[in-house]
């Protein structure tokens, strides 16, 4: 049987637009975090792949599952976290979350409107920050700040990557309702430039992302966990730079990631950041809140 780890796409938790058990983490946490990020990984590949068929993508996904919940040792990405899980006796209800996403991914190549959108983001990426909250044995009060930096995170992506994934996959997470109102249509993403009308839609949701973000600028703050901490305000930097750089630049001509200087300069001001909020102990205030 082929294992899903034959399937991946090359990438690892070192390519991604937030760090993923990055140096700051505990590295009591690390083990169990990559083999979280490397299950994760190993199914957003098996959706993303572009010579299977839905089908054999739906089967792989529900054998990822069914050896995550203990039936079967044929793919290494499920029995490593099933294992890690067991160690620390976690549930494995947020990798079983994602899973809903990438069954999406496979069944679900358009979205009618935002909620849609943020109904997808609940199982994409909503379950990442929970499961890094519930490993460092944060409240679930927490969820709703981490939630918000989670979808904010998400959208960005696809921003980011809103051409790709048309021209590759033909899935566009652009709400059909935006583009209307914009004037767009789906097909000028396979264009080398945005129209004036879809640059007007896409900007228009980057500020909705914008407005998502700054919901989540709380979260550093509420959590214990000093390292943690840290990470999220690095985390919180870097998508408050794409976001910025979405809202004023063409995702289709422009350049809307970071680089690597970049990603050290607002890595250190994040760090710094929190480490002086703390110390002062000040509550991060969003952009909304203090009247931006």
Not at 64 to 87: I, S, Y
Not at 120 to 139: N, Q, T
Request: charge should be neutral.
């Amino acid at each position: 049987m082929t294992s899903a780890s034959d399937l991946r796409s090359g990438k690892t938790h070192r390519d991604e637009n937030f760090p993923v058990a990055s140096w700051i983490i505990h590295p009591r946490h690390r083990a169990l975090i990559l083999a979280f990020y490397n299950f994760v990984r190993t199914a957003d590949d098996i959706a993303d792949h572009a010579d299977l068929p839905p089908d054999e993508k739906l089967r792989i996904l529900d054998l990822l599952e069914a050896e995550l919940l203990g039936k079967g040792d044929t793919q290494p990405e499920a029995v490593r976290l099933r294992h890690a899980l067991a160690e620390r006796s976690m549930p494995p209800r947020h990798a079983l979350d994602v899973l809903v996403a990438f069954r999406m991914d496979v069944t679900k190549l358009h979205y009618e409107n935002w909620d849609e959108v943020i109904h997808y983001c609940r199982y994409s990426a909503m379950p990442v920050g929970r499961f890094m909250l519930d490993v460092h044995g944060e409240s679930a009060s927490t969820w709703a700040a981490s939630d918000a930096l989670c979808a904010g995170l998400q959208i960005n992506n696809h921003l980011q990557d809103c051409a790709k994934d048309y021209k590759n996959l033909n899935r566009v997470y652009l709400p059909r309702d935006a583009l209307a109102a914009s004037g767009a249509s789906v097909e000028q993403l396979g264009a080398t430039k945005s129209s004036p009308q879809l640059l007007q839609c896409l900007h228009g949701l980057a500020a909705r992302t914008e407005t998502l973000l700054n919901e989540s600028k709380s979260l550093a703050g509420e959590v214990r966990d000093f390292r943690l901490g840290l990470e999220i305000s690095v985390i919180q930097a870097f998508a408050d730079k794409i976001v910025s750089m979405l809202r004023v630049r063409d995702p289709l001509s422009e350049r809307v990631h970071l680089g690597k200087l970049e990603l050290l300069g607002h890595s250190i001001g994040g760090i710094f950041g929190e480490i002086a909020r703390r110390a002062a102990g000040r509550k991060p205030v969003s952009k909304t809140a203090a009247g931006a």
